[in-house]
C-alpha cells in the first residue's frame, strides 16, 4: 500500500468519526449563521496578485511530512504565520491531517486568530487561509470554514471527477475558493471538463513521494488557461528557476526547515532574471573547500559565489574527482554539490549515491531510460548532448521526471560550442553549456528558457580550475540578471 493509500484509510476513518462527533445539520446551521454568503475571494485575490505583475505566494506551515519526517515539533505557529503575513505572503496553507503532517483543526482556528489581530495597516491585502488536507466530505469542508478557511485543496488522485466538482461547489455555496491538485496529465485530463480556475500541480508523486520541478512546466502547457500553482520541491532561488513560469508557489518544507524566514517573498526566490552558475569539474578538497561557502544557505553569501558545484565521476573524464574531495562530502555542508555523471553505467551510478549524499546529479539522456531517472530520489538534471535540433526531441519523454535540463555541445566536456542547433524558444528551463567563458557569456540572453550556465573548461587556467575566473564569471552572469531586469521593468 502506497504513502497516498495509507493517508485515505486513515482519513476515512478520521470522517467517521467526525460524523460521531458533529451533527452535521447543527454545522451548517452554524456556518449560516456565522458566516454569511459571500463570493470566494481566492479567485479574484489570485487575479489581481497577477494583473500586478506579482505571484501568488502560498507559505505553508506543517510540523512535519511523510518524506521529511519531523520538520519542527515545537514550531510557533502564531510566529511562523506572523513572520509569513509579514513576507507578503497571498495565502497561509495550514495542514490540518494528524497522523501524517502532525496538524489540527486548532492549528487552522489559531492562525485565523493571529492573522485577526495583526494591525490592519500592515497587510494590503491581508493573506487568505488555505486548509490544507485530504477532503473526501463535505463534512470536512464545513469544519474548515468554521475554523476559519478561505480556501481549501481537492487533490484530484484520490476523487473522482464527479466527487471533486460536488465538493468545489459545496465549498464555493461556503465562501470558500478551491485549489484544485495533480500531478500528471491523466489526473489533468480525467478533470480538464470541469470549471475550476486555479490548478495547483503537485511536482511531489504522492504515491513514492519522489520530486520534479519541470512536472509543473510540462502540466502548465496543458492547463487551459487556468491560473497555476507550483507545489512542493522549492527550497531556494535555485529552485524557484525552474518552476519561475507559474503563477503562483505553495512553499512548505523549504520556509519550515529554513535558518532564517524571508523578509519578503519575491526578493528572496529573486523571480526575475537570476541567472544560476553551476562551476563543473571541481575536483580537489581544496578547491570544493574554497567555493563551498555560497553553497551552505538557501541564499548565496557573496555575488561572485557558483550556485552548484558539479563533481565529475566519468571513468572517460580527465576532470574525474578524486576520492579524498568526495570523502569531504560526508562532513561538509555543501548541500549543492552535484554528481556529474557520463559514460557510467546505472550500477556504478548507485553505487555513488549509496556512498556519497549528493542531493542532485546530473546525466546523459541519451544514456538512461526515463525509468532509470525515476527510480532515483536525487533531484535529476538531465543533459543533452546537442548536435542537431532533432535531437531535442529525444528529451520530451524525460521531461515531467526532471528537475531541468543542461544542453551541452556534441562532445560534451571539450569546450565545443552548441551552435545554433537550441531552438529560441525551447519550452523548458536550461542551463547552456558547451564553450562558454567569462567573454561569450551574453549568449545566454538568446534563449527565452534559459536559467543559467554551466562551465568546465571556461573556469580553468592550464587545465586547473581557477578561482578567479569562476568569480568573474559569477559576477558577470549577476550583470547580465539586472540588464534582463531592467528590459523587464522597461517593459511594463
Known amino acids: 500500500m502506497s504513502i497516498l493509500e495509507q493517508i485515505v484509510e486513515s482519513k476515512k476513518r478520521e470522517i467517521e468519526r467526525l460524523h460521531a462527533q458533529h451533527d452535521m445539520r447543527e454545522l451548517q446551521e452554524r456556518v449560516a449563521q456565522n458566516h454569511p454568503n459571500a463570493p470566494p475571494r481566492f479567485y479574484q485575490a489570485f487575479a489581481e496578485t497577477r494583473a500586478r505583475g506579482e505571484h501568488f505566494f502560498i507559505a505553508e506551515f506543517k510540523r512535519k511530512s511523510p518524506s521529511e519526517g519531523w520538520l519542527d515539533h515545537d514550531a510557533n ?17 495550514i495542514l490540518t491531517d494528524e ?4 496538524g489540527s483543526y486548532a492549528d487552522l482556528t489559531l492562525a485565523a486568530q493571529t492573522l485577526h489581530l495583526l494591525p490592519s495597516s ?55 475558493g478551491v485549489l484544485v491538485e495533480v500531478h500528471d496529465e491523466a489526473e489533468l485530463a480525467k478533470i480538464q471538463h470541469l470549471d475550476f480556475p486555479v490548478l495547483g500541480v503537485n511536482n511531489r508523486d504522492l504515491k513514492t513521494f519522489r520530486t520534479a520541478l519541470n512536472r509543473v512546466n510540462v502540466l502548465k502547457k496543458q492547463a487551459g488557461g487556468r491560473f497555476v500553482v507550483a507545489e512542493s520541491g522549492i527550497r531556494d532561488y535555485r529552485d524557484f528557476q525552474a518552476v519561475r513560469h507559474a503563477d503562483g508557489f505553495l512553499i512548505g518544507t523549504g520556509l519550515m526547515r529554513a535558518e532564517k524566514l524571508p523578509t519578503r517573498f519575491e526578493a528572496h526566490f529573486q523571480g526575475r532574471g537570476k541567472f544560476l552558475f ?41 576532470r574525474r574527482v578524486d576520492a579524498e574531495t568526495c570523502e569531504v562530502l560526508k562532513t561538509s555542508q555543501v548541500s549543492n554539490a552535484v554528481a556529474v555523471f557520463y559514460k557510467n553505467t546505472e550500477t ?10 549528493f542531493h542532485a546529479v546530473q546525466l546523459y539522456a541519451h544514456e538512461v531510460s526515463p525509468e532509470f531517472v525515476r527510480s532515483l530520489k536525487q533531484r535529476v538534471m538531465l543533459a543533452m548532448s546537442v548536435r542537431e535540433t532533432a535531437d531535442m526531441q529525444q528529451l520530451e519523454p524525460f521531461a515531467a521526471d526532471v528537475d531541468f535540463f543542461i544542453l551541452d555541445g556534441a562532445t560534451p566536456g571539450s569546450g565545443q560550442r552548441v551552435g545554433a542547433a537550441i531552438p529560441a524558444d525551447f519550452p523548458y528551463p536550461f542551463l547552456l553549456a558547451g564553450g562558454l567563458n567569462e567573454e561569450n557569456l ?36 549577476a550583470d547580465l540578471k539586472e540588464i534582463v531586469e531592467k528590459k523587464f521593468y522597461l517593459a511594463k
Not at 505557529?77 to 496553507?93: C, E, W
Open 442 to 477: 551574453e549568449v545566454i540572453l538568446d534563449y527565452e528558457n534559459c536559467i543559467g550556465a554551466d562551465i568546465a573548461s571556461g573556469i580553468e587556467t592550464d587545465g586547473q580550475v581557477d578561482v578567479g575566473k569562476i568569480h568573474r564569471i559569477a559576477e558577470r552572469l
Open 122 to 176: 500592515t497587510l494590503h491585502p491581508p493573506p487568505l487561509l488555505l486548509q490544507k488536507d485530504f477532503i473526501l466530505s463535505p463534512i470536512q469542508i464545513y469544519l474548515a470554514k468554521l475554523h476559519g478557511a478561505d480556501i481549501i485543496l481537492l487533490i484530484a488522485a484520490i476523487l473522482e471527477p464527479e466527487r471533486l466538482d460536488f465538493l468545489k461547489k459545496t465549498a464555493e455555496l461556503l465562501g470558500m
Open 99 to 102: 497522523p501524517f503532517f502532525g
Open 278 to 318: 553551476k562551476a563543473c569539474g571541481i575536483r580537489t578538497p581544496e578547491m570544493l573547500t574554497a567555493l563551498s561557502d555560497g553553497l551552505t544557505s538557501s541564499q548565496p553569501v557573496t555575488k561572485n559565489s557558483p550556485d552548484f558545484i558539479g563533481l565529475n565521476f566519468s571513468p572517460v573524464s580527465r
Open 77 to 93: 505557529l502564531p510566529l511562523q504565520v506572523r513572520a509569513y503575513a509579514q513576507a507578503g505572503a497571498s495565502a497561509i496553507s
Open 348 to 357: 556504478d551510478i548507485r553505487k555513488t549515491h549509496e556512498k556519497y549524499p
